[in-house]
Nanobody, 124 residues
Framework: QVQLVESGGGLVQTGDSPRLSCAASGRTFSNYGMGWFRQAPGKEREFVAT????????YYADSVKGRFTISRDNAKSTVYLQMNSLKPEDTAVYYCAARTKVTSVQSRNQYDYWGQGTQVTVSS
């Protein structure tokens, strides 16, 4: 089992640059690729970004490319999502997730463990 706990959400202003963190415990963090997803009210959970277990490879949704950056610190068992130039449409609950699979990494089905989520609300 892998336990994931997100933090760093809250109420922010348009254009702000908060950073989300996701702390992992339970198993060897460096064995897992990590991802961030988000779910807005009334919408399905959607892919945001993912990073390989080594941290070398990253992949982003078009909607956040160039604004968000995913990174990880394997020594701290933590993955981060730096969010820049936030927009009201970025408002959602943000979830981190862990996977061992290395294909179709933008699909929710490829992730084995999920955190409880952290709310990010962007006011205009």
């Amino acid at each position: 089992q892998v336990q994931l706990v997100e933090s760093g959400g809250g109420l922010v202003q348009t254009g702000d640059s908060p950073r989300l963190s996701c702390a992992a415990s339970g198993r060897t963090f460096s064995n897992y690729g990590m991802g961030w997803f988000r779910q807005a009210p009334g919408k399905e959970r959607e892919f945001v970004a993912t990073i390989s277990s080594s941290g070398i490879r990253t992949y982003y949704a078009d909607s956040v490319k160039g604004r968000f950056t995913i990174s990880r610190d394997n020594a701290k068992s933590t993955v981060y999502l730096q969010m820049n130039s936030l927009k009201p449409e970025d408002t959602a609950v943000y979830y981190c997730a862990a996977r061992t699979k290395v294909t179709s990494v933008q699909s929710r089905n490829q992730y084995d463990y999920w955190g409880q989520g952290t709310q990010v609300t962007v006011s205009s």
